[in-house]
Each structure stands twice: as C-alpha cells, then as structure tokens.
C-alpha cells in the first residue's frame, strides 16, 4: 500500500516559515501585501478569493481587494492595473482570468509587472523558470508539487521524471523545475506514442493531463512517487477524482498524492508565500 502524500503537512510547514518571516518584514516596517484585482462577480473566482484571503490572514499578510464590474471598459481596466504595478505598497498581484471578452486578456498579461505576478502567469515570470532566475514566480500549482516533493524528502537527483501534460501552467514548468533539481525528464503530451512505457520507467510521475481519470494501472509500477495534480466533479461516484484512477495506482505505487487533499491544498499557499517573498526581494 502505498504511502499518501497528503498536502495538509505541506501548507502547515509553509504556513510556518511565512509567519515568521512575515513578523521580521513587520519589524522592519514593510507589510506584505496582495492585491486581488477582479473584473465582476463569476462564483470560482469569488471562491479562490475567499481561500486566498483566508490563507493571507492566517500568516498575517494584507489583502487590499479591487474589484470592477463585469462591463467596466478597457481604460479602466488597464489604468486601474497599470496603479496596481506602480503602488508600493503593493507587493503581489492576483488577477483573475479568464477577463471578459472585451478586455485584452494577453495584453493584461504582458502588462502585469513580473516582479508582482505571484500567480506566474507572464512571460517574465516563465523565463525566470526556465533561466532558474528570480525573475517573477513559477506558476502556482507547479510550484505546490515541488513543495510536496521536497517535504517528503523525495531527492530527484539523478532519478527519471515523466510529466504528462505540456500546458504553460503546470507541464511546462514544472517540467523545468524538475530539470532543476537534477532529474531526468520526459514530456508527455496527447502525441506520444506509447506513453504507459515511457511512465512506467520514471521514478517519478507527475499527472497534469487535464483529463479526470486518464491514467490507470498500465501507467504506474511499484516503488514510484505520483503526483496528481488534476481536479474535477465525478457525477458517478458524486465526488473530486484526479487524472489517476486512485484506487487502481494505490495498490501499485510507492507513494500517491489523494485528489482532494493533494496538490490543490497547497497551492493557495504557494500563491501567499509569493507575496512574502516579494516583499522580502525589496528589503
């Protein structure tokens, strides 16, 4: 049976070191702060915000929320962003998105200063992952199952790493960030050809493919670590399922992240510890 690497731990450790890093940044009168920037009232953002502004206040950093109304024009979308990048006070900006169809969303995202995206959206924040430079931050979820696998002292170095999915928001990535670590990393994609030999022979297999139970048996073997970073609603079994088949890898793998209960726990808390980080960058 294989060991569950649960993502309450994770957020508990970065929930930690944020706090105390959080007081020394007051004692040297800097308040880290995140801007919520929405554009109207769609009930996911409403909800992210809610955990995002939950987990602000657990570890003390201040959460300044500006909202527009669904029909605000572009000037006024674009100058309000274009204060957001220019307040000092300011140190991490949330911008939700999709942005409704009359607002540039790529130019939003270009215009979006690096050094406050703390969710890594911009091209600034990506070429920072892949130069392995401070340049803005790694997107969110990508980070989170980093930070499980560093938690649970799972070494990389030298080990074969397979990735299925290639998307700018996690595949890519965290693709990259793996690199980093000094594993050896294969891309999977809806192009591969036999992807089930390619996952079998990784040590660690990374799941963000998109699609609600994808990956079953034929795609693990025993002693690998798999981390499931996909979500979504299963009507049939009335509850949140991953892209692995849980109760087919389980019994086969040496450690598995749960969906929920995962790399979806910790994510929120990657996005806060951005905004820490980027208020201690100016120090």
Request: proline share 5%; glycine share 8%; net charge negative.
């Amino acid at each position: 049976m294989a060991e569950v690497l649960k993502g309450a731990p994770v957020t508990a450790a970065l929930n930690e070191k944020m706090t105390a890093q959080v007081a020394e940044l007051k004692e040297k009168g800097i308040v880290p702060t995140l801007a919520i920037f929405r554009v109207g009232e769609r009930p996911d953002d409403l909800s992210y915000e809610k955990g995002a502004m939950k987990r602000c206040a657990t570890v003390g950093v201040e959460v300044k929320n500006v909202v527009l109304p669904a029909d605000a024009d572009s000037d006024t979308f674009f100058a309000t962003l274009d204060e957001l990048n220019n307040d000092d006070s300011v140190h991490g900006i949330l911008m939700f998105r999709p942005l409704p169809k009359h607002i540039d969303g790529e130019k939003a995202r270009q215009m979006l200063n690096p050094a406050k995206d703390v969710d890594g959206c911009t091209d600034g924040s990506l070429a920072g992952v892949f130069t392995n430079t401070k340049v803005g931050f790694a997107p969110c979820t990508a980070q989170a199952a980093i930070e499980i696998l560093d938690y649970y002292g799972i070494d990389c170095t030298g080990k074969k790493a397979a990735v299925i999915g290639r998307s700018l928001v996690v595949g890519r990535p965290v693709s990259m960030m793996l690199m980093h670590k000094n594993a050896t990393v294969t891309t999977c994609h809806t192009k591969t050809i036999d992807m089930p030999s390619i996952t079998r022979d990784a040590d660690i297999l990374i799941v963000c493919a998109g699609q609600m139970e994808s990956i079953g048996a034929e795609y693990v073997r025993e002693d690998q670590v798999v981390i499931d970073v996909g979500i979504g609603w299963n009507d049939e079994k009335g509850k949140l399922c991953g892209d692995v088949k849980f109760e087919e890898a389980e019994p086969i793998v040496g450690a598995i992240t749960p969906v929920p209960g995962g790399v979806g726990t910790v994510t929120t808390s990657v996005l806060v510890s951005h905004v820490v980080e980027a208020a201690c960058r100016i120090v």
